[in-house]
C-alpha cells in the first residue's frame, strides 16, 4: 500500500509550441500510473498559435483536468521582453539559467499585471478558471505575490516551495526533473534535487518535467526513471489538493 507523502507530477512550458512533446510526455507518465498531474500552460508562445487557435490543445488540457489534473498559468509567452530586472540575485539567475524564457523577471509591475490578466483571462475562455500561476524558470520578483492576490490567484508555485496566497502558507517542495536545458544546468539542477530529496522525509516531493529533450534527451530518462519508486512509496496529487489538505 502507497504511504500517504504526497507527490507532485508536472509537465511544464504546455503549448502550442510543444504539444507533440508533451503528448509524449504524458503517454510516459500515463504508463507510470502518474496521476493526477499537474500541466502548466502557456497562452501565447512567440510565433505559434495561441490557446485559442489550438483546438486539440485545448481537447488534451479539458481531457486532463476531467481526469483530476491541475491547470496552471505558466507565464504569458514565456519569453523575456527586455533586458533582466529587479534585483541582482535575480538578474543573475536569469542570466545563468533561463536564457531568454524568464519572461517575468523582465517586467514592470505594470506589465506583469496585464499579462497576468491576459493569461488567465485566455485560459477562462476555455473554461479553465485557473488559481495558481509558476513564472517562466520560476523567476518572478517578490512583488508579484500582491499583483496575483489582487487579481484573484490563490497559489503562486516556486521551485521549492508553493504559497497558499490567501493564508501566507508556504510548503517546501523538494524537487527532481528534467529541466530541458544544457548539461551542466541538468547537473546542477540533479545535484539540487539530490540534495534536497535527502531531507525530504515526510514532506511533499515534485517530479517535473519540460518539453525540450523529451522524450529521448538522457537527463529526461533519469527523471522518468525516478517515478516508479516515489509512486509505490507517494501518493499522487495536486497543487490544490497539496494545500487544501
Do not use: N
Not at 200 to 218: L, M, Q, R
Amino acid at each position: 500500500m502507497r504511504a500517504s507523502a504526497p507527490l507532485v507530477v508536472s509537465v511544464h512550458d504546455v503549448s502550442a509550441a510543444t504539444e507533440a512533446q508533451v503528448r509524449a510526455i504524458l503517454a510516459d507518465l500515463d504508463a507510470l500510473g502518474a496521476r493526477p498531474r499537474v500541466l502548466k500552460v502557456v497562452p501565447r508562445p512567440p510565433g505559434f498559435p495561441t490557446l485559442d487557435q489550438a483546438p486539440g490543445l485545448v481537447a488534451l488540457l479539458r481531457d486532463e483536468a476531467e481526469h483530476g489534473s491541475e491547470i496552471v498559468l505558466h507565464g504569458y509567452t514565456h519569453r523575456a521582453a527586455g533586458p533582466y530586472r529587479g534585483p541582482w540575485e535575480l538578474r543573475a539567475r536569469a542570466r545563468l539559467f533561463a536564457g531568454s524564457s524568464a519572461e517575468f523577471a523582465s517586467l514592470p509591475p505594470s506589465e506583469m499585471t496585464r499579462r497576468l490578466a491576459f493569461g488567465r483571462q485566455a485560459l477562462l475562455r476555455q473554461g479553465f478558471d485557473v488559481e495558481a500561476f509558476c513564472a517562466p524558470a520560476w523567476l518572478a520578483p517578490p512583488g508579484i505575490r500582491p499583483l496575483l492576490r489582487e487579481l484573484g490567484f490563490r497559489r503562486y508555485v516556486g521551485m521549492a516551495s508553493v504559497v497558499d496566497l490567501a493564508r501566507g502558507r508556504e510548503r517546501w517542495t523538494p524537487w527532481i526533473g528534467h529541466v530541458g536545458a544544457g548539461a551542466w544546468q541538468e547537473r546542477l539542477v540533479r545535484l539540487g534535487g539530490v540534495l534536497a530529496l535527502a531531507a525530504s522525509t515526510g514532506t511533499p516531493v515534485k517530479v517535473f518535467f519540460h518539453p525540450d529533450g523529451a522524450p529521448t534527451s538522457p537527463a529526461y530518462r533519469s527523471a522518468l526513471r525516478v517515478l516508479p519508486a516515489l509512486l509505490h512509496r507517494r501518493r499522487a496529487t495536486t497543487y490544490a489538493e497539496l494545500l487544501d489538505g
